[in-house]
């Protein structure tokens, strides 16, 4: 039986601590996420039908903040990053067929919090394996400092974000990519500095809907960002469930 935190949480963390990465199964019902579509669809980027993802929808429904402050994420998020947590940024994935992936990079390349106090947890609201979209991770590769990056040539940014593939890390042989497959209601949650990248959406009818929710180690410094505009925030001043 696989490890997760709920059922034994310094295992789970040893295996995070390993890989940079961990895939924690089931954290959220399938109502919950069924409800977290449904508000996208009322996000501007769903009404003016581009579908394109949606930087911080937290800030236009606080629904999307709601799942931030579920006690058991915010647990295992005080373990990954090593004490009480801000949220830091959130953002929607409509992942509609045609979608191209995310090239390679390291999220704290953009944020620049200190190795180790800044990390993701990426919420599947749908399964999501390859064809749909999956994320694809380089275990290991968390223990590199902040990677040299180069631009490429980007391909189509049909229902992405442009900044999503214009650009890509240069990560050091000998690292193997591992394509994630999640479930609906799991959260992979991925180490600031693990190299990951996503598939395209090859898939015919198949969205793949995300929400990405970020978190800092509280007292740490992090970049604001053009795009992304991060404003550190309390995530444990109500009891919302999530
Ligand atoms: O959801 C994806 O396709 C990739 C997301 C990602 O890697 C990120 O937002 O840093």
Known sequence: MA???????DSAL???QRNGFFIEPDLFSEDVCLRLIDAAN????????????????????PVFEAPMRNP??????ERILGGRVRGLQTQFFFGRPGTQGFTIHQDNFYVRSPHGAFGSAWLALTDVDPENGSLVVYPGSHREALLDVTPVE????????PNA?????????????????ARRGSVVLIHGHVAHSSHDNT???????????TYVRE??????GFAAKREAFDVYDDAATG
């Open 203 to 213: 898939s015919t009818n198949r969205f793949r809907h995300v929400l990405l929710m």
């Open 165 to 181: 593939n214009c650009q890509e890390a240069k990560l050091p042989p000998g690292y193997n990519p591992l394509s994630v497959t």
């Open 42 to 61: 009322d996000l501007p980027s769903a009404r003016d039908g581009s579908l394109t993802p949606v930087m911080n929808p937290h800030r236009i429904n």
């Open 154 to 161: 980007q391909p189509s940014t049909f229902g992405q974000d």
């Open 72 to 77: 058991a994420l915010l647990r295992i998020m």
């Open 3 to 9: 490890i997760t935190f709920t059922q034994d949480p």
């Open 14 to 16: 040893s295996e995070f």
């Open 219 to 224: 007292g740490v410094d992090y970049r604001t």
